[in-house]
């Protein structure tokens, strides 16, 4: 099982950050709250910050843990940790993703996620940020 942490990023209009993952990849295609693979004796929140600057180009302010979602694909299990965000500075640039898009959490369950965040869209769904 891998550790994967997601950012649930929440704008000054209660919208989230959501991404598309590019086609060629697994789950290519879908939509994913952005994050990464946790290192080797990095924190979660670390690894949101590294990743988010990697992929986005953006640096982040990492806020409560939102929860915890444990997902067996057919090649991999992942268990995915979760934490609201906000952005501190920069502007997005994409690197590993299609596109992205700020949605109200009510819209989520208007994309195709990746299996693993299901969880946590049907979670957000029910809540007004």
């Not at 208007?110 to 969880?119: C, E, G, I």
Request: net charge negative.
């Amino acid at each position: 099982m891998i550790e994967v942490a997601a950012a649930i990023i929440v704008d000054q209009e209660g919208r989230i950050l959501i991404a598309k993952r590019k086609e060629g990849q697994k789950r290519g295609g879908l939509w994913e709250f952005p994050g990464g693979k946790i290192e080797v004796g990095e924190t979660p929140e670390k690894c949101l910050k590294r990743e988010l600057k990697e992929e986005m180009n953006i640096d982040i302010k990492v806020n409560e843990y939102f929860g915890e979602n444990i997902y067996a694909y057919e090649d991999i299990t992942i268990k995915l940790l979760a934490y609201y965000a906000e952005i501190l500075k920069g502007s997005i640039q994409l690197k590993d993703h299609d596109t992205y898009k700020w949605v109200k959490s009510k819209s989520l369950g208007n994309y195709a996620f990746a299996a693993a965040d299901v969880q946590f869209v049907k979670e957000l769904i029910k809540v007004e940020l």
